[in-house]
């Protein structure tokens, strides 16, 4: 058997369920983190996880229908087998996580509690509390300790990743370790492995202030990115519709809040000033109701967030004139609310200081996900239909059981490997299967679905296809000190400049000023509405913000826990990041799931049922490129949510979101 | 011009009055202890910050690290702390503000310095060696959850089903000890728990209070249960559940509410049939 090693990358939902699984497997695992991974950003989530169950079975919900919604959900740009298999697997990860301990919510006869989630009819969505992310993620990381005890996992926390170490070329280029920095003794060093798993999460912070965590930059994505791999629809990003501003980050206010019954208004009278709870129902306007009558507040979160955009900025109906809206949960009883909604309560009371059993919260829309990512391959399951079918209503027969392997071949060594071999993308940082808008509730499943069903395939990877290679320990080490020696001189350049900085305020060369610009730019110009001329402005001011960047001066020349040239060198890689989103955001010239553009109103599956692949080139340009979606499962159809046709028209505008995203 | 911290003031209506009253457009001054590295002497710096509305301490710290200057107008380094969630829930960001050992990202401006001028100090947690200012090492912490074999022990990630049934008391009971995010506010409030910078005193030096309630979560699910003997045997030995003195310090200190002193109980319960019955069969 092999002796290989394997490195993970990231200690999220992803990075631990990958870890955990491997470990398993008898493979040693080397797992990093920039915080200790039990802090991982996705303690963050709140609402919760779908997975088909018995009481949703018995109304006529399938794992099949699940599958079809994430399709539908996604308008049709996700590849379709890997999210079939997800589906497929996900009450088995619910299970999976209850015999590990977590706390979920029960019924009075004990069994798992569910509740409403957006773009679904059915209960589907498991919950802990309002804390789902946070007992999840714990429960993972109580068997990473488990293993770590054993000695089969080996953590390196408060370790920053800083590139991949590739050897040879063309199809024999493969990745056989990294490069990493402790962030207290600023240590750069390389480390071996057989294959490397990065699960680092999303990118929120290139718009500056999001819903994400502090370290959710999407640095490490981009370095992959320019050292070679390719990044798959980076212009589709979710904007949550109910966030609320904050000076430093936007605070999600789950969808659970609108799946235990939350309604969302604003006075029917334009600039109404009294008190919401003075004004009576009949001069409310329930505007999500009314429009979706089907799936009311609980339209997926594209469609909401353009809702709540046109009424505040176009029509001009926010709650005191401001870019706000409520989301009203004071008609429920407050007892339940503390035991479904108890983290978010605490959330609001906490830092807005009003109490939402009681007066309607006041939210706006906020960046909160990527659905776009490292690109990732995988091998294709059993099943393959002679033709597409059409939209599956309950209750009808499902063309596919649920086997193991129908959608995606277990075990198949490519499983979520990127274009470079032995360089796998888990959770987040993928693009794979929540197409141009991800379903609330989704993300948690497939971060652990890809952590265990592809940590089976990196396991085989080094057990079976990589002997072939040479082992990784007799790989010269010149390769490894190549790339530790470039990454050397880069923090040794950027701490250099402390030195020679006669004013670290100055904005034109601070690090900080640079990234606040250009979160403030990416969010006005790729949220939700873009119009090809602002991108041009768009991209025009992250090439200023480049120029700039290269003359960047930092303020703290200091050889140990250095956090400025951490943050400094992620935002160099963060522009990096944020061109190819508004580059794809230009070339995609279409309106698709989050993606809205004034200018191409329409969904043109003809030109753009593709995936936006970019590639770095040497001179620092991107290629972008369009390839065919694999769609053999399911027929795209119109994707209305039952909107009522005399409503049909879309919020149509160039105006940008103000002050408060 | 008030600079008095507010030491032993910061109940929760103290804080809703500041609020209530706290003046838009005002300065205040962030005082904080700076320390370079492990061995470095200890330093004071106050910086002067203009509060934007909602603003917490994590903000006023990143305006701080854009204008990296001290009230006295000297250059200096933005100021190093740990940080990641912003909402209280992963617990990076814990330190002590105005004596208190708190979440800086849920603290804010209006409610600690409503006043022109107010100040604010901020310190590491004294329990735990000094990474570089505000940002400590809680190693021992997390070492403490292997102590005491924070896990439930499963027959590894294959689909073997759902696990066992549980009643909703039952699960809102372990819901409110899981929700413990390893922040270290207990430890720091606790008396019992010193500063140790001695990693191979970890297993012998008091494990606190976060880690002998997340024993009684374990020892709580059926699973979990299978490895309570070993839990038990280590919170016998020095360091266990004897060695907290009852101050209850810890429980007043936990920003999530967790039953610490009910778990420490419930624990020292546990502990005492276990010895019983260890005796009785002679071990
Ligand atoms: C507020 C909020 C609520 C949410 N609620 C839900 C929900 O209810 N349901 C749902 O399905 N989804 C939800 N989501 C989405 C979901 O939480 C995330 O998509 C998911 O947690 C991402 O997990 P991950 O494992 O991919 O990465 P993360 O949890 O983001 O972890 C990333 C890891 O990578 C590490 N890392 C990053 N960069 C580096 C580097 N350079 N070097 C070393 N390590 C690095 C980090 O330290 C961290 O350990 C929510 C998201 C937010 C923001
Ligand atoms: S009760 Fe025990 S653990 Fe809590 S503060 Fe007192 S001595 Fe420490
Ligand atoms: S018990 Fe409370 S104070 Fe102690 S670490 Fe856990 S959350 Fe923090
Ligand atoms: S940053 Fe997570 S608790 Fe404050």
């Not at chain 1, 770590?148 to 953590?155: D, F, I, L, R, S």
């Not at chain 1, 002679?386 to 193991?404: C, F, K, L």
Request: charged share 25%; hydrophobic share 35%; aromatic share 8%.
């Amino acid at each position: 058997m092999s002796k290989e090693r394997v490195i993970v990358v990231g200690g999220g939902l992803a990075g631990l369920a990958a870890s955990v699984r491997i470990a398993e497997a008898g493979v040693p695992v080397d797992l990093f983190s920039m915080v200790p991974v039990k802090r991982s950003h996705s303690v963050c989530a709140q609402g919760g996880i779908n997975a088909c169950n018995e009481v949703a079975r018995q109304q006529g919900y399938s794992e099949y229908q699940h599958f079809d919604e994430t399709i539908y959900g996604g308008d049709y740009l996700a590849d379709q087998h890997p999210v079939l298999e997800m589906a497929n697997w996900a009450p088995r990860v619910i299970d999976l996580l209850d015999r590990m301990g977590v706390p979920f919510n029960r019924t009075s006869e004990s069994n798992r509690d569910l509740r409403l989630f957006g773009g679904s009819l059915f209960k589907r969505t498991h919950f802990a509390g309002a804390t789902t992310g946070q007992q999840l993620l714990y429960a993972l990381d109580e068997q990473t300790r488990r293993y770590e005890a054993e000695g089969k996992v080996t953590k390196y926390e408060f370790w920053e990743f800083l590139w991949p170490v590739l050897e040879g070329e063309g199809d024999d280029r493969r990745c056989v370790g990294i490069v990493a920095q402790d962030m207290r003794t600023m240590q750069i060093r390389a480390l071996r492995a057989g294959a490397v798993i990065m699960a680092t999460g999303g990118c929120g912070l290139v718009f500056g202030k999001s819903t994400n965590s502090v370290i959710c930059t999407g640095g490490a994505a981009s370095r992959c990115y320019q050292a070679g791999a390719w990044y798959a629809n980076a212009e589709m990003i979710q904007v949550h519709p109910t966030a609320i501003p904050g000076a430093d980050k936007l605070r999600l206010m789950s969808e659970s809040a609108r799946g235990e019954g939350g309604r969302v208004w604003v006075p029917r009278k334009q600039g109404d000033t009294r008190k919401p709870t003075d004004i009576p129902e009949a001069e409310r306007l329930y505007f999500l109701e009314e429009k979706y009558p089907a799936y009311g507040n609980l339209v997926p979160r594209d469609i909401a967030s353009r809702e709540i955009f046109d009424i505040c900025v176009n029509q001009g109906m926010g709650v005191g004139g401001q870019n706000q809206v409520y989301l009203d949960l004071t008609h429920k009883d407050p007892e339940e609310l503390d035991r479904k909604l108890g983290g978010i309560i605490e959330i609001y009371e906490k830092f807005v200081g009003d109490d939402p059993r009681k007066t309607p919260m006041r939210i706006f829309p906020g960046v909160h996900y990527s659905m776009g990512g490292m690109w990732t391959t995988y091998t294709e399951g059993a099943y393959h239909p002679d033709h597409a079918w059409g939209e599956h209503r309950p209750g009808d027969p499902t063309p596919v059981d649920t086997q193991a392997g129908r959608g995606m071949k277990h075990g198949a060594t490519n499983n979520m490997m990127t274009n470079i071999t032995g360089l796998y993308a888990f959770g987040e940082v993928n693009f794979a299967y929540h197409g141009a808008t991800r379903l609330g509730a989704n993300a948690l499943l497939s971060c652990i679905f890809d952590g265990l069903f592809c940590g089976t395939s990196v396991v085989n990877y080094i057990q079976t296809a990589e002997p072939s290679h040479e082992p990784t320990t007799d790989i010269d080490q010149s390769v490894f000190d190549r790339v530790v020696a470039q990454e050397q001189s880069k923090a040794d350049r950027l701490v250099a400049t402390a030195s020679d900085n006669p004013d670290p305020t100055d904005a034109a060369h601070n690090p900080y000023a640079i990234a606040k610009e250009m979160g403030d730019e990416m969010t006005a110009a790729c949220t939700v509405v873009k119009a090809g001329p602002r991108m041009e402005r768009c991209l025009a001011k992250l090439a200023q913000l480049r120029e700039r960047y290269a003359g960047v001066r930092l303020a703290d020349g200091a050889m140990w826990t250095n956090q400025t040239l951490s943050f400094a060198r992620a935002v160099g890689d963060m522009l990096v990041l944020a061109e190819v989103i508004a580059q794809g955001s230009l070339a995609r010239r279409e309106s698709r799931g989050s993606h809205y553009r004034t200018d191409f109103p329409d969904r043109d599956d003809d030109n753009f049922m593709r995936t936006t692949v970019a590639r770095h080139n040497p001179d620092g340009t991107h290629t972008l490129e369009f390839r065919p979606v694999r769609a053999d499962l399911v027929r795209p159809r119109a994707r209305t949510y039952g909107q009522k046709a005399s409503d049909k028209k879309s919020p149509v505008t160039d105006r940008e979101p103000a002050s408060a995203t | 011009m008030p600079t008095t911290a507010y030491a032993h003031d910061s109940t929760a209506a103290w804080r809703r009055a500041n609020r209530e009253r706290a003046l838009p457009g005002r300065t205040v001054i962030l005082k904080i202890k700076r320390c370079d590295g492990p061995g470095k002497p200890a330093r004071w710096e106050s910086f002067k910050v203009p509060v934007e509305p909602g603003m917490n301490v994590i903000a006023a710290l990143k305006h701080i690290a854009a204008n990296p200057v001290t009230a006295d107008a000297t250059h200096t380094t933005p100021v190093v702390y740990d940080a990641n969630c912003l909402e209280e829930v992963c617990g990076a960001c814990t330190m002590v503000i105005n004596g208190h050992a708190r979440q800086s990202c849920s603290c804010l401006l209006d409610e600690y310095a409503p006043r022109e001028g107010d100040t604010i100090t901020l310190e590491p947690m004294s329990k735990f060696p000094v990474v570089r200012d505000l940002w400590v090492d809680r190693s021992r912490l997390f070492h403490a959850l292997t102590r005491v074999k924070a896990w439930v022990p499963i027959d590894g990630t294959y689909d073997l089903g759902a696990g066992p049934k549980e009643d909703p008391a039952s699960q809102q009971d372990r819901y409110g000890m899981s929700e413990c995010m390893s922040c270290g506010c207990c430890l720091e409030a606790c008396p019992q728990y010193t500063h140790e910078d001695d990693e191979s005193k970890w297993d012998t030096s008091f494990v606190g209070a976060h880690a002998i309630s997340q024993a009684r979560l374990f020892n709580e699910h059926p699973t979990g249960k299978e490895l309570k003997p070993d839990r038990l045997d280590e919170l016998m030995t020095p360091g266990g559940v004897t060695d907290c003195g009852n101050a209850q310090n810890c429980v007043k200190a936990c920003p999530k509410g967790i039953p610490l002193t009910e778990s420490i109980a419930a624990i020292g319960r546990q502990v005492t049939l276990r010895a019983f019955a260890r005796f009785f069969q002679g071990k």
